[in-house]
């Protein structure tokens, strides 16, 4: 499969669209999302790096588009844990918040099966509360035999509105409590009483319980007592009540919690430390109405289902058409200067070449000149051509189009140029020259280069040719992207030539696997674009074609040149061959 970075900001920009919510995408070790309280925006952070973590990424997408609301969840959740008498209130949480997970990715799974099928891949056989829940409905084998027959309760909540959860997840946890009381008898009957205690406090409580059964379920300890002792300022607004109603009986629910606990730790569901790449974190609120939401409660499944279905289709319809409008968008995803850097030394035309070149150009210009056939092509302009670029011509001429002409000529103006720079300086100035009269053909020359965190990138004057420099690194794909939303609009023919030394870094100057991709796909999309794409690599050193430069620009694109003098002529042949192909037609 292949992964395109920019992938991950098309798909936020077309889902920020279809949910007319601001997505925030950021980089982050675990794959999280946090609605922002006073609803400005929903910020989805994840690892950004391979397939799963795409899927992962999807799934966040998922709650975005079809309605995960964090500030009900909770707010179920403490009424479940109230009315079926669980204490804590976040152990509940746990599995709301997991069956709110299945909802939304069995609706996600009907708009792209193939991520579904990607993110069931991703499901654990682990026996938390998310994976637990997530594999009953999607991997059931990866889930421990003894709780598979949960599985009824679980797709429940599939293709169904957000306001099914309550039930679902009243039916659910009143199944899991029954199981854990029944496993409770079956153990007391069984074992020691050594668990029954009599603590003063509920910290002591806990924290002795923990040391004594499993260290494991540290973590979920401490977090109770966060929870008890100082919530955070959202939950506490949220929960305050239910928790002085709690105080009153706080022994007795103690002592429920002890045993949820306890069972979790042993069989049922037991809470193991969770991969930090695994977890998936809902934080923040979101403003809603509470009546409302309480009385859509009471609509049954099958409303409930009309509902989800109803939503699925207007997200489809909004996908089908946005998803072809954002094909076209060109938004530049990094930041852009339009400079060069300038020397003092000064560049000039090659008189001969500039002279040769005229010439050539004005035998052509505006004679009808006829070309018999493809084979006996203007035998003379190929010979000319052929002898001037040492190379054969015949694989970039293009018998199609009767349009004008642009010539793009793209220079790599990174430190190592230094070398070829004067010479390729020349070859362009005198090509503008000679390129001056005619009417049928742009002449443009771009230079680019990396430079403190930005791709440096202009369309040279002839002055700033005169005056070239070169410094800094070869962000290649970035530049090419620029350049192709600077071509759009123009319906000409068009032919890119880049001219290049080193292997294409990124913004700052890294290599790696990505950039060579992001090249590959950039010169893709300038050809999808209706550009034709060369590539002239200069490898003074080697002989040989490294892959590098079959990956990024395709085995066909692209032309290796050992010796840099060379590196004129062949520009020469290819703009040539190129603008009498147009003059002729
Ligand atoms: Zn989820």
Same mark, same amino acid.
């Not at 669980?86 to 709110?100: F, G, Q």
């Not at 010539?407 to 390729?424: A, G, N, P, W």
């Not at 890119?496 to 292997?503: A, K, N, R, S």
């Given at each position: 499969?292949?992964?395109? #970075?920019?992938?991950?900001?098309?798909?936020?920009?077309?889902?920020?669209?279809?949910?007319?919510?601001?997505?925030? &995408?950021?980089?982050?070790?675990?794959?999280?999302?946090?609605?922002?309280?006073?609803?400005?925006?929903?910020?989805?952070?994840?690892?950004?790096?391979?397939?799963?973590?795409?899927?992962?990424?999807?799934?966040?997408?998922?709650?975005?588009?079809?309605?995960?609301?964090?500030?009900?969840?909770?707010?179920?959740?403490?009424?479940?844990?109230?009315?079926?008498?669980?204490? !804590?209130?976040?152990?509940?949480?746990?599995?709301?918040?997991?069956?709110?997970?299945?909802?939304?990715?069995?609706?996600?799974?009907?708009?792209?099966?193939?991520?579904?099928?990607?993110?069931?891949?991703?499901?654990?056989?682990?026996?938390?509360?998310?994976?637990?829940?997530?594999?009953?409905?999607?991997?059931?084998?990866?889930?421990?035999?003894?709780?598979?027959?949960?599985?009824?309760?679980?797709?429940?909540?599939?293709?169904?509105?957000?306001?099914?959860?309550?039930?679902?997840?009243?039916?659910? &946890?009143?199944?899991?409590?029954?199981?854990?009381?029944?496993?409770?008898?079956?153990?007391?009957?069984?074992?020691?009483?050594?668990?029954?205690?009599?603590?003063?406090?509920?910290?002591?409580?806990?924290?002795?319980?923990?040391?004594?059964?499993?260290?494991?379920?540290?973590?979920?300890?401490?977090?109770?007592?966060?929870?008890?002792?100082?919530? !955070?300022?959202?939950?506490?607004?949220?929960?305050?009540?239910?928790?002085?109603? /709690?105080?009153?009986?706080?022994?007795?629910?103690? /002592?429920?919690?002890?045993?949820?606990?306890?069972?979790?730790?042993?069989?049922?569901?037991?809470?193991?430390?969770?991969?930090?790449?695994?977890?998936?974190?809902?934080?923040?609120?979101?403003? %809603?109405?509470?009546?409302?939401?309480?009385?859509?409660?009471?609509?049954?499944?099958?409303?409930?289902?009309?509902?989800?279905?109803?939503?699925?289709?207007?997200?489809?319809?909004?996908?089908?058409?946005?998803?072809?409008?954002?094909? /076209?968008?060109?938004?530049?995803?990094? #930041?852009?200067?339009?400079?060069?850097?300038?020397?003092?030394?000064?560049?000039?035309?090659?008189?001969?070449?500039?002279?040769?070149?005229?010439?050539?150009?004005?035998?052509?210009?505006?004679?009808?000149?006829?070309?018999?056939?493809?084979?006996?092509?203007?035998?003379?302009?190929?010979?000319?051509?052929?002898?001037?670029?040492?190379?054969?011509?015949?694989?970039?001429?293009?018998?199609?189009?009767?349009?004008?002409?642009?010539?793009?000529?793209?220079?790599?103006?990174?430190?190592?140029?230094?070398?070829?720079?004067?010479?390729?300086?020349?070859?362009?100035?005198?090509?503008?020259?000679?390129?001056?009269?005619?009417?049928?053909?742009?002449?443009?020359?771009?230079?680019?280069?990396? %430079?403190?965190?930005?791709?440096?990138?202009?369309?040279?004057?002839?002055?700033?040719?005169?005056?070239?420099?070169?410094?800094?690194?070869? !962000?290649?794909?970035?530049?090419?992207?620029?350049?192709?939303?600077?071509?759009?609009?123009?319906?000409?023919?068009?032919?890119?030539?880049?001219?290049?030394?080193?292997?294409?870094?990124?913004?700052?100057?890294?290599?790696?696997?990505?950039?060579?991709?992001?090249?590959?796909?950039?010169?893709?999309?300038?050809?999808?674009?209706?550009?034709?794409?060369?590539?002239?690599?200069?490898?003074?050193?080697?002989?040989?074609?490294?892959?590098?430069?079959?990956?990024?620009?395709?085995?066909?694109?692209?032309?290796?040149?050992?010796?840099?003098?060379?590196?004129?002529?062949?520009?020469?042949?290819?703009?040539?061959?190129?603008?009498?192909?147009?003059?002729?037609?």
């Amino acid at each position: 499969m292949e992964f395109k #970075p920019l992938a991950w900001y098309k798909l936020r920009d077309v889902f920020e669209k279809i949910t007319g919510k601001e997505i925030h &995408l950021s980089r982050g070790d675990s794959t999280s999302i946090f609605w922002d309280p006073r609803d400005r925006y929903i910020l989805v952070k994840c690892p950004m790096i391979g397939a799963y973590d795409y899927a992962r990424y999807e799934h966040e997408l998922a709650h975005v588009t079809f309605g995960t609301n964090p500030s009900y969840l909770r707010n179920l959740a403490v009424r479940i844990a109230k009315e079926l008498d669980l204490v !804590p209130w976040t152990s509940v949480y746990d599995y709301v918040s997991a069956l709110e997970c299945v909802r939304v990715q069995s609706l996600w799974a009907e708009l792209y099966a193939g991520s579904h099928t990607l993110f069931t891949k991703t499901i654990k056989k682990e026996v938390t509360p998310l994976d637990v829940t997530l594999g009953l409905a999607f991997k059931p084998d990866a889930v421990p035999t003894e709780l598979q027959n949960l599985k009824p309760i679980v797709d429940r909540i599939k293709h169904k509105s957000v306001w099914s959860l309550y039930d679902v997840a009243k039916d659910y &946890l009143t199944t899991l409590k029954l199981r854990r009381q029944e496993r409770e008898q079956q153990q007391k009957t069984g074992q020691n009483q050594g668990q029954s205690q009599q603590q003063n406090t509920p910290q002591q409580q806990n924290t002795s319980q923990t040391q004594q059964n499993v260290s494991q379920s540290q973590h979920q300890d401490s977090s109770i007592q966060t929870q008890q002792q100082s919530t !955070p300022q959202t939950q506490q607004d949220k929960t305050s009540q239910t928790q002085q109603q /709690n105080n009153t009986g706080q022994q007795q629910k103690q /002592n429920v919690m002890q045993t949820w606990k306890q069972k979790d730790a042993t069989t049922l569901l037991p809470n193991q430390d969770k991969d930090a790449k695994q977890r998936h974190t809902f934080e923040g609120d979101t403003p %809603y109405d509470e009546d409302k939401y309480k009385e859509l409660e009471d609509i049954d499944d099958k409303d409930s289902e009309d509902m989800a279905m109803q939503q699925l289709e207007e997200v489809k319809a909004k996908v089908r058409e946005l998803t072809e409008r954002e094909r /076209n968008d060109k938004r530049l995803m990094f #930041p852009v200067t339009v400079s060069v850097p300038l020397r003092r030394r000064v560049a000039t035309d090659d008189p001969e070449l500039t002279r040769e070149l005229t010439r050539l150009f004005s035998r052509f210009k505006g004679s009808n000149y006829y070309v018999p056939s493809e084979q006996g092509t203007a035998i003379d302009v190929e010979g000319y051509i052929q002898r001037l670029s040492g190379t054969n011509a015949e694989q970039w001429l293009d018998f199609k189009s009767r349009s004008r002409l642009t010539v793009v000529v793209v220079l790599d103006l990174s430190d190592s140029m230094e070398d070829v720079l004067e010479l390729l300086a020349s070859v362009g100035l005198s090509l503008r020259k000679a390129l001056e009269g005619v009417k049928a053909i742009r002449f443009k020359v771009y230079g680019y280069r990396g %430079y403190y965190g930005s791709v440096h990138v202009k369309e040279l004057t002839e002055d700033e040719i005169r005056h070239l420099g070169c410094m800094g690194t070869t !962000p290649t794909a970035e530049a090419l992207e620029y350049i192709d939303t600077q071509l759009e609009g123009i319906a000409d023919r068009k032919l890119l030539i880049l001219v290049t030394d080193g292997e294409p870094t990124d913004i700052r100057g890294k290599r790696s696997e990505k950039t060579i991709e992001l090249t590959r796909y950039r010169v893709n999309q300038l050809r999808q674009h209706g550009t034709q794409v060369f590539t002239i690599v200069l490898l003074p050193q080697q002989k040989e074609v490294q892959t590098w430069v079959k990956r990024a620009f395709g085995p066909e694109g692209a032309y290796t040149v050992a010796k840099p003098d060379t590196v004129g002529k062949i520009v020469v042949g290819m703009v040539a061959s190129h603008v009498i192909r147009a003059l002729t037609y």
